[in-house]
């Protein structure tokens, strides 16, 4: 059998994570695999590791010549089965999918569309909805984003499911903290001192103005806390990242808050923090919260669709409204408020919760039982 992902970037992310991880682990002796994506990340190197050359195409952006080369690359690779990831490669592959007969499943990284403009936002709930049609099934990556995704009228527990993102825990666990690395950056500089990191792209969506107010604010009220943020710098986010170095530098943070960018030892270095905090806006089901879990750390986190997914409140940690610097403020003075029993606990339900519900095993199973499921259902007719 032979399927065919399509995918809009290889930048560092959840869905090439999510597809890597398909990847990793599909049976290569009952799946031939041709991925289609865009070669602007480190994910292409990783494909490309793992025996797959892809096809470098840009697929978030509509083109008519974008839409002939993929159709004619689908006619040469016939694949069996199609699974499309985010809205351009979806865009594509469901109308291409219906022209050639190949049955298609999209996954949602994310079902974004209510911060669309008014107009913007009926097109593209319109477009949704009409593709639907086309898809076979759906599959969404956590229970916030099918709930959101009820304003798709053709959608149903028939042609839909939730299949979590998972992680590799035991891998997880089996790293070293990276002490050398993270002693390097001189923030621990006193016993009192307590660390927060983030993990995610320098993007607006990821609500870390919002976060730098609030720690801000806390720090006013408890001086020995300091804040890391490690993740991608997108180019296209250039004066975004600028208000946040301008922000840093304005208010006498630079001894006190580090902006890392990409690292290969992320995982490592939150190993040495004693906090996460996720301050997103919006998400699908974010692997970094399910890695800082990993890691054994106490979360704070916005109270969104996919954050609230994995972060029970005062369960695994505490959870504050979006996009409210008070709000990040107190959910940080609350977490340092905390007996180390109940931050213990935390740590111990987050373990216990990925092992039930996001294991990176049950990820991959259950999404593979669905292409067998597809196939067969379309081979009946």
């Not at 025996?51 to 952006?61: A, E, F, K, S």
């Amino acid at each position: 059998m032979k399927l065919a992902i399509i995918s809009g970037t290889t930048a560092p992310g959840g869905g090439p994570r999510h597809i890597y991880s398909l990847l990793e682990n599909i049976d290569r002796n009952q799946w031939d695999v041709a991925v289609c994506t865009r070669k602007d990340g480190s994910y292409w190197d990783k494909f490309v590791a793992l025996g797959i050359t892809p096809y470098d195409l840009v697929l978030r952006r509509i083109s008519i010549s974008t839409f002939f080369q993929l159709l004619k690359i689908l006619r040469e690779e016939k694949p069996d089965l199609i699974h499309t990831h985010g809205k351009g490669p979806g865009l594509y592959g469901r109308l291409i999918g219906r022209l050639l007969g190949i049955p298609v499943i999209h996954t949602f990284h994310g079902f974004q569309y209510r911060f669309l403009p008014i107009l913007n936002r009926i097109f593209y709930l319109f477009v949704e909805n009409f593709l639907t049609l086309l898809t076979r099934h759906h599959i969404f990556v956590g229970h916030g984003e099918k709930g959101k995704a009820g304003a798709l009228k053709f959608l149903n527990d028939s042609n839909s499911s939730v299949i979590n993102n998972g992680i590799d825990l035991d891998s997880i666990e089996n790293l070293a903290p990276a002490t050398e690395a993270f002693a390097a950056l001189g923030l621990r500089d006193s016993e009192e001192v307590k660390i927060f990191a983030t993990l995610s792209r320098l993007s607006p969506e990821k609500g870390l103005m919002t976060l730098l107010e609030g720690f801000f604010e806390a720090r006013k009220i408890v001086p020995a806390i300091r804040l890391i943020l490690i993740g991608d710098c997108p180019d296209e986010h250039e004066k975004y990242i600028k208000t946040i170095e301008q922000f840093i530098e304005f208010n006498g943070l630079n001894e006190w808050v580090k902006i890392l960018g990409p690292r290969e030892d992320a995982l490592e270095l939150l190993k040495c923090v004693d906090f996460y905090i996720s301050p997103s806006q919006s998400e699908g089901l974010p692997y970094n919260l399910l890695e800082a879990l990993g890691v054994r750390k106490p979360v704070i986190a916005t109270d969104i669709p996919g954050n609230n997914d994995i972060i029970r409140k005062s369960v695994e940690g505490i959870l504050v409204p979006s996009n409210s610097a008070k709000s990040l403020a107190h959910g940080i003075l609350n977490m340092l408020e905390l007996g180390a029993a109940e931050r213990q606990a935390m740590e111990q339900n987050g373990i216990a919760r990925l092992r039930d519900q996001f294991s990176l095993e049950r990820m991959t199973e259950k999404t593979f039982a669905l292409y067998k499921k597809v196939l067969e259902e379309s081979n009946a007719g």
